[in-house]
């Protein structure tokens, strides 16, 4: 899938399950660009994240692989001395806590980008999960990760679920956006396909009606 997402001109990222060596090695070795950590909720999670995908003496990453040098269309050693410099660390901030830590968390040096995971924080707030909502807490959150995160040069960022927020997104300063899902546009189209079929809806006169 790396090789495919390069091959089409776009950042091949990979979202890990967990903040893991094994996991964040696992994706780098196999070509990913860059890393998106869930949950990062202090500064010793956010150093743990950035050691493990830096090579020594930066970090931890085991040496080893040879897909993770094709994926940047280089050799082994080119890439072993510059994977430091291009690999990109992005971690979430999806819990109160991260919002409370958001000062030590977001000033670990080798941080580039903060995603905010609307659900994920709103349920740890005690709030009914949505992308979208004008709670006072939840609004306020946002606007400290966005400004804490200018401050250190980390770019700050949020998953949305459309076109309209992301523009509104983009205009109140974020710079990394997710929109929607991958399933959610499977659906959509899937829904408007079958939509147009006939037995989607009612069965002409004199037919059948096929479910």
Known sequence: ???????????????????????IKRV??????????????????AEAAVAAA???PAGVRSVGGSLHAASFGTGAATYYARANEEILVVVQAESVASIENAEAILSVPGIDAVFIGPNDLLASMGRTPAMETDE????????????TAA??????????????????RMREGFQFIAVASDLRFMLAAARQELGSTRWAGEAPAGEVARY
């Open 1 to 23: 899938m790396f090789a495919a997402v390069v091959a089409g001109g776009a950042v091949p990222l990979a979202r890990v399950p967990w903040n893991t060596g094994e996991a």
């Open 28 to 45: 780098l070795d196999c070509g990913a660009w860059g890393i998106v950590v869930p949950m990062v909720n202090s500064r010793e999670e």
């Open 54 to 56: 830096k090579y020594p």
């Open 136 to 147: 006072p807490e939840f609004v306020q959150a946002l606007e400290h990760i966005r400004r």
């Open 151 to 168: 401050r250190h040069g980390v770019a700050p960022g949020i998953h949305v679920a459309d076109a309209e927020a992301a523009n509104r």
